[in-house]
Antibody
Framework: EVQLVESGGGLVQPGGSLRLSCAAS????????MHWVRQAPGKGLEWVSS???????YYPASVKGRFTISRENAKNSLYLQINSLRAGDTAVYYC??????????WGQGTMVIVSS | QSVLTQPPSASAAPGQKVTISCSGS????????VSWYQQLPRTAPKLLIY???KRPSGIPDRFSGSKSGASATLGITGLQTGDEAAYYC???????????FGGGTMLTVL
């Protein structure tokens, strides 16, 4: 059974950093492109990063330079390092698997709250 | 504001049909595949339609997708109260070099 379990969210002060983790099971993470998508409270979905099977990484302009996606094949895990956190980063962060041309499996999400 | 425009809300009675539009441009929908996601309250999104009109296994044929030019449409027939959810379209935008979601449509089954 495919599972994606995010962790690492919490309350952090503006300017701080956080590292989100996504533990995958039921499939080999490195065989798929993987993404992080976030959703601010009461808002829509926003793509924030991806890593392809070759290890190439991609980001929208809105987070480039502050977000870093990575994976650890030995642990079958995906990570998202977020630096210089700001209030606008408050959101649920989802780890998402790609199959073909779609996001075929989503984790349950981890909540990040940026507040002093 | 998303580059993909969806109506904020839609509604229909149980058993009826509803369509949800996703309007874009030649740099996104007009050139790339569209996928659709259903997000039930307080849950993670779920894939409904991929590559414009294909359904993953387990998704009933009440759900359909289509694309024409720079617009895509999600259709749901035989509406059930369990279909009440937010629906999002997704595609690539070459001008932004980014994956983009539509703003989402909240479906109410009256």
């Amino acid at each position: 059974e495919v599972q994606l379990v995010e962790s690492g969210g919490g309350l952090v002060q503006p300017g701080g950093s956080l590292r989100l983790s996504c533990a995958a099971s039921g499939f080999t993470l490195s065989s798929h492109d993987m993404h992080w998508v976030r959703q601010a409270p009461g808002k829509g979905l926003e793509w924030v990063s991806s890593i392809d099977t070759s290890g190439n990484t991609y980001y929208p302009a809105s987070v480039k330079g502050r977000f870093t996606i990575s994976r650890e094949n030995a642990k079958n895990s995906l990570y998202l390092q977020i630096n210089s956190l700001r209030a606008g980063d408050t959101a649920v962060y989802y780890c998402v698997r790609v199959q073909g041309n779609a996001f075929d499996f989503w984790g349950q999400g981890t909540m990040v709250i940026v507040s002093s | 504001q998303s580059v993909l425009t969806q109506p904020p809300s839609a509604s229909a009675a149980p058993g009826q049909k509803v369509t949800i539009s996703c309007s874009g441009s030649s740099s996104n929908i007009g050139s790339y595949y569209v996928s659709w996601y259903q997000q039930l309250p307080r849950t993670a999104p779920k894939l409904l339609i991929y590559e414009n009109n294909k359904r993953p296994s387990g998704i009933p044929d009440r759900f359909s997708g289509s694309k024409s030019g720079a617009s895509a449409t999600l259709g749901i027939t035989g509406l059930q109260t369990g279909d009440e959810a937010a629906y999002y379209c997704l595609t690539w935008d070459s001008s932004l070099s980014a994956l983009v979601f539509g703003g989402g449509t909240m479906l109410t089954v009256l």
